[in-house]
């Protein structure tokens, strides 16, 4: 079964902060995507990685960055944190070849105070 | 552009009632769709795609290129089927997917 693991399940930061949330997967997974959820508007893709040290921005990239250094990991940075990235981000996976469904970890509540 | 809708925010029916979750799409390519499910303080997993054309849990979704749409459809609703409800479309080669806002189904007793 596939493992996406998100590092926290809440976390609450200050207005200004470097925040950062990781995600890891056990599948071998080429493709890697964060999105925030907000009620009302779904999922929000903000950024998404198909190989090791690439990355494309999605719909929403404005105040994010990500990271990845290694397959298994994606990491996104809230460079200067604020009120209105309070949300959930979902971290998920999935193969590159062909139409393949994304597989989803548990969410990062983040609370910017 | 590509984009998903789900006119409906909330939907409410009783136990033993059918349902439909609509979700209409718009893509001037072959359209690849997900109905994904959230149940409460759980995550987001896959309910069905259209091209196993399999019934899960007794939800069954029909493509209709012509409408363009992706209904997601069961004959008698459970409680258990209380969930949030998102549709989504597959774009391009990196399997990108666009998610429409949600259908909230409320099962009552």
């Known amino acids: 079964d596939v493992k996406v693991t998100q590092s926290s399940r809440y976390l609450v930061k200050r207005t200004g902060e470097k925040v950062f949330l990781e995600c890891v997967q056990d599948?071998?997974?080429?493709?890697m995507f964060w999105y925030r959820q907000d009620p009302g508007l779904g999922l929000r893709l903000i950024y998404f990685?198909?190989?090791?040290?690439?990355?494309e921005k999605g719909d929403i990239p404005e105040g994010y960055s990500v990271s990845r250094e290694k397959k298994e990991r994606f990491s996104l940075i809230l460079e200067s944190a604020s009120t209105n990235q309070t949300s959930m981000y979902l971290c998920?996976?999935?193969?590159?070849?062909?139409?393949?469904?994304?597989?989803f970890g548990d969410g990062t509540r983040l609370s910017i105070l | 552009a590509q984009r998903v809708t789900q006119p409906e925010k909330l939907l409410s029916v009783f136990k033993g009632a059918p349902v439909e979750l609509k979700c209409n799409y718009s893509y001037s390519g072959s359209p690849e769709l997900f109905w994904y499910v959230q149940y409460s303080r759980q995550r987001l997993q896959l309910l069905l795609r259209?091209?196993s054309r399999e019934s899960i849990k007794g939800f069954t979704a029909d493509l209709n290129k012509g409408e363009t749409s992706f209904h997601l459809k069961k004959p008698f609703a459970q409680e258990e089927d209380s969930a949030m409800y998102y549709c989504a479309l597959s774009v391009g080669s990196f399997n990108k997917f666009y998610f429409g806002s949600g259908t909230k189904l409320n099962v009552k007793p």
């Open positions: 259209h091209i």
């Open positions: 998920a996976s999935s193969f590159m070849s062909g139409v393949q469904p994304q597989h």
């Open positions: 990685s198909y190989d090791v040290k690439m990355k």
């Open positions: 599948m071998d997974h080429e493709n």
